[in-house]
């Protein structure tokens, strides 16, 4: 079983920045795409990105694709979702899980972390 562990969530202003990590343990971090989904009051899950095990590719929801990047280090065991340009419609919680494909359906992800709070608000 793997063990993800999300950080990095902060009450941040519009138009601000906020790097998230999620640190992974117990499984080969290095064999499985990793997703970031988020969650707001009230409203269903929802995909954000994704990233290959290998490779780099990447998917991104339309909102955040010119504003978020996913990136990982697999030696780390460790992948981030750097944000930037950040809206009050960002606010969240953020989860990273992990899936043997690269999708934006977390049906097809399991693993998933506790989570992280982003607040974006003045």
């Known amino acids: 079983q793997v063990q993800l562990v999300e950080s990095g969530g902060a009450l941040v202003q519009p138009g601000g920045s906020l790097r998230l990590s999620c640190v992974a343990s117990?499984?080969?971090?290095?064999?499985?795409?990793m997703g970031w989904f988020r969650q707001a009051p009230g409203k269903e899950r929802e995909f954000v990105a994704a990233i290959s095990w290998v490779g780099g590719y990447t998917v991104y929801e339309d909102s955040v694709k010119d504003r978020f990047i996913i990136t990982r280090d697999n030696d780390k065991s460790i992948v981030w979702l750097q944000m930037a340009r950040l809206k009050p419609e960002d606010t969240a919680r953020y989860h990273c899980a992990l899936s043997n494909v690269l999708t934006a359906n977390e049906r097809l992800y399991d693993s998933w972390g506790q989570g992280t709070q982003v607040t974006v608000a003045s």
């Open positions: 117990g499984r080969t971090f290095s064999h499985y795409a």
